[in-house]
T-cell receptor, first 114, second 114 residues
């Protein structure tokens, strides 16, 4: 079974540019989560999809961040325009609708805004 | 507000030493508790989890954790560490009964010297 995949693994952009991160969850997992870890700090929740619907987006920092999950499969997280403080590692995780509550994490995308 | 605290940010041990990493959570209701590990260059993976029942839970690679409700703690232990245990360890919590966001502690970097 393929795990959660994320693309790209690393992105370096300039302040003011746009970046789109992609997450492919484990097939059949209805729940998809985005998290972010800014250097040296804890991993923080951004938002949660159940299928294509946003269940909880209380962790989204501001309206420069836009997440979508069209069709309830993969998800994208767009940052527009990027700011220096957006640098960090963005993790995606998925879990089944019914099951063990365990979230399966992807390898993360390291975003560097210069 | 819900929070998770990890007592040590950096731990250095010699092989065969015993390990205990502290974790305390702040939440008034019933919680599910997790320890995740991130080995160098790899993605986050689940070490063990507690939902209910026996407060002493055993995970992979010889790790165990004890849930002490009165102390709001979920400390991770291993009797004898190996060089391959060098990694970053994260304690996390989520309210029971739903597929909710994980609240993470800040992480503990463990370095095991041969």
């Amino acid at each position: 079974e393929a795990g959660v995949t994320q693309f790209p693994s690393h992105s370096v952009i300039e302040k003011g540019q746009t970046v789109t991160l992609r997450c492919d969850p484990i097939s059949g997992h209805d729940n998809l989560y985005w998290y972010r870890r800014v250097m040296g700090k804890e991993i923080k929740f951004l938002l949660h999809f159940v299928k294509e619907s946003k269940q909880d987006e209380s962790g989204m920092p501001n309206n420069r961040f836009l997440a979508e999950r069209t069709g309830g499969t993969y998800s994208t997280l767009k940052v527009q325009p990027a700011e220096l403080e957006d640098s960090g590692v963005y993790f995606c995780a998925s879990s089944p609708r019914k099951g063990s509550y365990e979230q399966y994490f992807g390898p993360g995308t390291r975003l560097t805004v210069t | 507000a819900q929070s998770v605290s990890q007592h040590n940010h950096h731990v250095i041990l010699s092989e065969a030493a015993s390990l205990e990493l502290g974790c305390n959570y702040s939440y008034g209701g019933t919680v599910n508790l997790f320890w995740y590990v991130q080995y160098p260059g790899q993605h986050l993976q689940l070490l063990l989890k507690y939902f209910s029942g026996d407060p002493l839970v055993k995970g992979i690679k010889g790790f165990e954790a004890e849930f002490i409700k009165s102390k709001f703690s979920f400390n991770l232990r291993k009797p004898s560490v190996q060089w391959s245990d060098t990694a970053e360890y994260f304690c996390a919590a989520t309210p029971s009964g739903g597929y909710n966001k994980l609240i993470f502690g800040a992480g503990t970097r463990l370095a095991v010297h041969p």
